[in-house]
């Protein structure tokens, strides 16, 4: 009874939290869909220099015309090309581009599998205009949550702007208007500045480890057929920032035999997921876990399953 309790609660809890969406996300941008993103050959990608990224750390990147850039239809002036490590769990990335001398930096991101395989695009107008702060200058910034899938070791970000942003701009807050909204004064109704879209820019990115819902990268881990890249559910298309990832569907009984029994090291990260699954109340996640553990052979999930809940009660 309290194991049904428990899971009513947070499956609630569940609900609420991603009713509240990311403010700078768009709702009704897809990642998983890479039907408009720019085609870029593998060959090219294998040239970029690629910048590691830890986690807790921030990324300043200055593009200028003199640094790398990539020969890809669409694609204009330099790019930043960073890699991640895929086996610390899931990654939230913030990423902003500063505005200075009236211009900006218009970001286009391609996510790549650990294969450099498109697995995610968020284009420019997912990134949107942030009004100055105290530490934050005028910036377009956006945030990205990613899962890796098992067995990865690292997964790519390119980071461009493209022909079409060049020719947009983006309307800025005049300072009046923000000292005015900031101390609580009438607000000036004078117009409010332009910058135009540059091939040139500053670029931060930011990455940290979080438990919340986010795009599944990668293959996914026990997945039959060819390796193709995994992207959400399978089935369909899944909204950005819906609930977490489902997983493949279950096997019929019989699936559940494996040829080969499960790596110590994969069994452990299963049990470890579901253990932090359930800490965080994120009981449907755990379930989820539980299912995909035992269709590539685990013996210790429900185990693990059942005393952490046992914990929480």
């Known amino acids: 009874?309290?194991?049904?309790?428990?899971?009513?609660?947070?499956?609630?809890?569940?609900?609420?939290?991603?009713?509240?969406?990311?403010?700078?996300?768009?709702?009704?941008?897809?990642?998983?869909?890479?039907?408009?993103?720019?085609?870029?050959p593998p060959e090219n990608l294998q040239r970029l220099s690629w910048q590691p990224l830890a986690a807790a750390q921030t990324q300043t990147t200055k593009l200028a015309n003199s640094g790398q850039t990539l020969n890809a239809p669409h694609i204009a002036g330099p790019v930043a090309a960073y890699s991640l490590p895929a086996n610390i769990g899931e990654l939230t990335l913030t990423l902003s581009s500063e505005v200075a001398n009236g211009q900006v930096f218009a970001p286009n991101v391609l996510v790549l599998d650990e294969n450099m395989r498109p697995a995610a695009w968020f284009p420019s107008r997912y990134f949107t205009y942030q009004k100055p702060g105290v530490m934050a200058a005028d910036r377009l910034e956006g945030v990205m949550k990613l899962t890796p899938a098992l067995g990865q070791q690292k997964i790519y970000l390119l980071v461009f702007t493209t022909d079409s942003d060049l020719t947009q701009t983006t309307t800025l807050l005049d300072p009046a208007k923000a000292y005015a909204q900031g101390t609580g004064h009438a607000v000036p109704d004078i117009p409010d500045p332009i910058a135009s879209h540059s091939r040139e820019g500053t670029i931060k990115l930011k990455m940290q480890t979080s438990s919340g819902s986010s795009i599944l990268v990668g293959p996914l881990f026990g997945s039959s057929g060819p390796s193709a890249v995994t992207v959400g559910n399978t089935a369909a298309p899944a909204p950005a920032y819906a609930a977490a990832p489902a997983a493949a569907p279950a096997a019929a009984p019989a699936a559940k035999a494996h040829a080969e029994p499960i790596m110590h090291d994969t069994e452990r990260y299963f049990n470890q997921q579901i253990t932090q699954a359930?800490?965080?109340?994120?009981?449907?996640?755990?379930?989820?876990?539980?299912?995909e553990a035992e269709r590539v052979g685990s013996t210790s999930a429900r185990r693990t399953f059942i005393s952490s809940v046992k914990g929480k009660g």
């Open 278 to 291: 359930v800490n965080s109340g994120n009981i449907d996640k755990a379930l989820k876990l539980l299912d």
């Open 1 to 40: 009874m309290k194991m049904k309790k428990l899971a009513a609660l947070c499956l609630s809890a569940a609900l609420l939290t991603g009713s509240a969406l990311p403010a700078l996300a768009e709702i009704n941008l897809v990642p998983q869909d890479l039907s408009s993103a720019p085609a870029v």
